[in-house]
């Protein structure tokens, strides 16, 4: 089946000093320790260029690339290719809620994007499409891959905790966790997640959605799916873009993800897709995994999170990564001046 997919990438350059500024000018005392938070999260290490070079090579299918930016852009990246697209943050996101320095609020809003396919995939810049991919790892048939597990929380340490908990409270408001395993059994209980199906059926205990398995890759989704969530729980979605900063009531992209599962509009995707690797943790041995993973190609995609580090390990981690990365990228892509 011929699909016309899209890819979306926000992108944060944190050295801007306009964008700095406007930041700071913007924050106030309840947002510092938020946006003191965010400063990791904003720190841009060189994988964009990576990224790029990745989608190229294992992805040249992809129909276009959306670029979300505050406006800036990296001096290398080639904006007259077709196949990307420039989108300022006021080219899309309601005006009452710019500038916006939450990245949420930025994916939630996706679904606004001029020109956007009704099958995209969202995408982090800490992500590296590391083998050739076809657009059936995606989409099978037109429905959305997923990797549909229930979990308590599905979080793994250093994220923030009250997300998933946000969602899975929403997310129980619309569906009944049993009804929708018993509605798509074979789709909620598929051999492609391996022992953690196991993890469904523990949960199914509970009457109301507790959390989902997040694994920190690209999510695929339906454009009419965030249209869908929008009409239905339109205040909570306006509650979190007009937030500014990150804020404990936030809800994320994951409750269109998760969605998608419940209403069963999603078709397996198996657990060997990717890996997700958060350097903040255990770093000495994480990186080590992290570059035999690399340079093994073991996964379709990557995510290569800096995590909590300290400028002496960010330091370690960004030299021996982006080595590894111009070992498997070396050569400039259509994207590139």
């Known amino acids: 089946m011929n699909m016309e997919i899209d890819f979306v990438i926000p992108w944060v350059d944190d050295s801007d000093s306009e964008w700095l500024s406007e930041r700071n000018r913007y924050e106030g ?16 290490w060189g994988l964009l260029r990576y990224f790029f070079r990745s989608v190229a090579l294992n992805a040249p299918w992809v129909r276009k690339v959306h670029f979300l930016t505050y406006g800036h852009l990296p001096k290398w990246l080639d904006t007259s290719n077709p196949k990307l697209h420039i989108v300022k943050h006021e080219d ?34 800490d992500l590296i499409v590391l083998n050739r ?19 308590a929380g599905g979080l793994a340490r250093g994220d923030e905790f ?23 059994p074979l789709k909620w209980l598929s051999p492609a997640y391996g022992t953690m199906a196991l993890r469904t059926v523990l ?9 989902f398995y997040e694994p920190h890759l690209c999510n695929s989704f339906l454009k009419s799916t965030f249209d869908e969530v929008w009409a239905e729980e339109k ?10 900063f990150r804020q404990a009531t936030d809800i994320s992209n994951w409750l ?19 890996k997700s690797f958060n350097l903040g943790i255990d770093f000495d041995s994480t990186l080590e995994e992290a570059e035999s993973y690399l340079r093994g190609r073991k996964g379709k995609v990557v995510c290569l999170n800096d995590g909590d580090l300290t400028p002496e390990q960010y330091e370690t981690a ?13 050569e400039k892509c259509e994207f590139e001046l």
């Open 256 to 274: 269109m993800k998760d969605w998608q599962c419940a209403k069963g509009d999603f078709y397996p995707r198996p657990i060997s897709f990717g």
């Open 29 to 44: 005392p309840s947002d510092s320790a938020s946006a003191h938070g965010q400063d990791k999260r904003y720190r841009d």
């Open 235 to 244: 205040d909570e979605l306006e509650r979190t873009s007009s937030h500014r």
């Open 203 to 211: 949960m199914l205990a509970f009457p109301s959605f507790k959390g």
């Open 318 to 330: 960004r030299t021996r990564i982006l080595a590894c990365l111009d070992e498997l990228f070396p």
């Open 162 to 184: 009250y997300v998933p908990f946000n969602v899975a409270s929403v997310l129980s408001t619309h569906f009944v966790p049993l009804n929708c395993v018993r509605s798509h």
């Open 92 to 125: 899309y996101i309601p005006h009452e809620y710019l500038p916006t320095f939450n990245s949420n609020v930025i994916e939630l809003n996706a679904n606004r994007i001029e020109s956007l396919a009704e099958q995209f995939v969202l995408f982090n810049d």
């Open 133 to 151: 991919t076809s657009e059936d790892d995606y989409f099978h048939k037109g429905l959305p891959r997923a990797t549909a597990v229930l979990s």
